[in-house]
């Protein structure tokens, strides 16, 4: 049974009021469940985090405060007001009239969020030119102002652009300023940080921060708890649909008394020693011990060899702009990665460290400098040399879902990157492919399943096991887990650990999550500008860092606060 938030300032009315709300989808009389009865209201200037694994309701609870629940919804409650005034039947012209003008809605991906063919200028004016009378030159003047107060550099210039042409953070900004055009009285930010480095994601806790401060009601939804214990007043965990704890932050951050809160605090690897497991015992995945034995491994010699793996020497990448000046993408760039270890790699976006992994991946050629895989030339070989060499470094991305083909099934995923794969039998592919899930923790059924079947974990196990196919000594881990839930980012935090200790496996691991990179790495190279400003072992970087901008990054990086709304 969910639990009710309490009133935090007695005798003031609540900007929102939620109480027993359910929702289910699918037909009326036999809806599936999905929030049993959840209750909770936020006063002006005030912040609510909501938090909780990826299907535990939370975002389908944001999304029917704005009316925006989705196709087949039975939505039922006892009490659902915005300033007093019942939400319960509203259609969708009611709803129309409150989204934007009384209540702001700031989504994860602003890339998809702001339509890529329109100015960001049209884009924020959109509210203004269905809500108010103002001309197009007071909308624009207005939206200048916006895009001003949202820290958005040069905005006569800005206003103009594209969503494709803007930053991650600026494109987060440009969302912000949308939602809060018409100063609603409350501003639901649903997992508003994820994907975003260090400082960027500081900026727009603070700009979070500003509004709060200004009177407006916060509802933040997240599963990142060192981010909402910086900024959220009161916390509700939500698990299964159901409010199962809640309280001042201070509180259930310091003192959390249902055990599922304190599993989710006990995943975030923020300051937790290398090596150190993060989800229970049991959860799901571990290596299996004869798993992949048909792929070579047992029989690879190369796994025995001393030595750096992997040697990049002052590396050079360059880019043309579209007006026709030079980028500087990478320069100078230069690092050793061990056998068995695990290289960081980090800094700002724009900071050249996936250019970086792709040339280390071979797929993308250094102007000067090269990159020496194993001991042998590697950057500088023409591609059908280096092909035969590609079971040596494989990679896994961000975005599993992404670089899956959406029509082949898990089994034509991971036996397509089999080495030899042709000359095997179907049942000694199938064979590979068990094994594979096996090795991450996966069994049998999920082979006939497609990608878009999958689970978010699950889709990056698939991504796992397709990089361990070939057998490689070496794997470009480029956000890794940046899209996951605290949970499910720890599980496979730990099976990367366990297949490295029992593969001997080497990566190369590029985070702006400074918390993973100090948790999973056991040396650091800190990236500005396309250099390398730092470099060391990660204990000593993140203990004493000898640079500024070093320390600028650690200065930004959330921690677990234990003291509420940001106020330590």
């Not at 037909?27 to 912040?47: L, Q, R």
């Not at 593969?503 to 948790?519: M, P």
């Amino acid at each position: 049974m969910s639990q009710t938030i309490t009133n935090p300032n007695p005798g003031s009315e609540p900007v929102i009021k939620v109480r027993d709300l359910k929702i289910a989808f699918g037909p009326k009389n036999g809806a599936t469940p999905t929030v049993h009865g959840v209750d909770f209201e936020i006063h002006a200037g005030e912040c609510l985090a909501i938090v909780g694994e990826s299907g535990s309701g939370k975002s389908v609870t944001a999304r029917t405060l704005i009316g925006l629940t989705g196709a087949n919804a039975v939505i039922r409650a006892q009490t659902l007001q915005l300033q007093g005034k019942d939400l319960r039947r509203h259609g969708e012209r009611a709803w129309r009239k409150v989204r934007g003008a009384d209540i702001g809605y700031v989504l994860q991906d602003a890339l998809v969020s702001l339509d890529p063919l329109r100015p960001i200028g049209r884009e924020i004016a959109d509210s203004l030119r269905i809500h108010t009378n103002l001309s197009p030159a007071a909308r624009t003047a207005k939206v200048l102002d916006l895009l001003e107060a949202v820290g958005i550099p040069e905005p006569e210039q800005r206003i103009n652009q594209r969503s494709g042409e803007l930053s991650g953070g600026l494109r987060q900004r440009a969302l912000i300023a949308a939602a809060i055009a018409l100063d609603p009285a409350l501003l639901i930010a649903d997992e508003p940080t994820t994907a975003l480095d260090a400082t960027v994601q500081q900026q727009i806790l603070d700009l979070l921060a500003e509004r709060k401060a200004a009177g407006t009601s916060l509802l933040l939804i997240s599963h990142d708890l060192a981010v909402v214990g910086h900024l959220a007043d009161r916390i509700a965990v939500m698990r299964r649909g159901e409010i199962v704890e809640t309280g001042p932050t201070a509180q259930v951050l310091g003192n959390p008394q249902h055990e599922y809160t304190r599993r989710l605090l006990r995943a975030v690897p923020t300051d937790k020693p290398r090596g150190t497991r993060l989800a229970p015992a049991g959860a799901g995945i571990s290596v299996r011990q004869h798993a992949l034995i048909g792929a070579g491994r047992a029989a690879d010699t190369t796994k025995d060899r001393t030595g750096p793996v992997l040697v990049a020497e002052s590396l050079r990448k360059t880019y043309r702009n579209p007006d026709g000046t030079e980028r500087v993408a990478v320069h100078d760039v230069s690092f050793a990665l061990n056998r068995g270890q695990t290289l960081g790699i980090v800094g700002e976006s724009g900071s050249g460290k996936s250019t970086v992994a792709r040339m280390a991946l071979g797929l993308a050629i250094p102007e000067a400098g090269e990159v020496r895989l194993l001991g042998n030339p590697w950057s500088s070989l023409p591609e059908k040399q280096r092909r035969p060499q590609r079971k040596h470094i494989t990679s896994i991305y961000q975005d599993p879902l992404g670089s899956f083909d959406p029509q082949w099934d898990v089994a034509r995923i991971l036996s397509d990157a089999l080495p030899d794969a042709s000359r095997l039998s179907r049942a000694e592919r199938r064979v590979e492919v068990i094994r594979l899930l096996e090795t991450v923790g996966l069994d049998a059924s999920v082979e006939s399943r497609l990608p878009l079947r999958l689970s978010g974990g699950q889709r990056q196990r698939i991504a796992i096991a397709r990089a361990l196919a070939p057998g490689p000594d070496v794997i470009i881990c480029d956000e890794p887990v940046s899209a996951l839930d605290v949970s499910i980012q720890a599980q496979v935090l730990d099976l990367l650990d366990e297949l490295q200790r029992e593969f001997k496996l080497s990566y190369l691991f590029i985070s702006h999550d400074l918390g993973v990179v100090q948790h999973v790495s056991d040396e650091i190279v800190v990236m500005e500008a396309g250099r390398v400003v730092e470099a060391g072992r990660t204990t000593e970087v993140f203990a004493n860092p000898a640079k500024e901008y070093t320390r600028k990054l650690l200065a930004a990086a959330p921690r677990l606060a234990t003291t509420t709304g940001g106020r330590e």
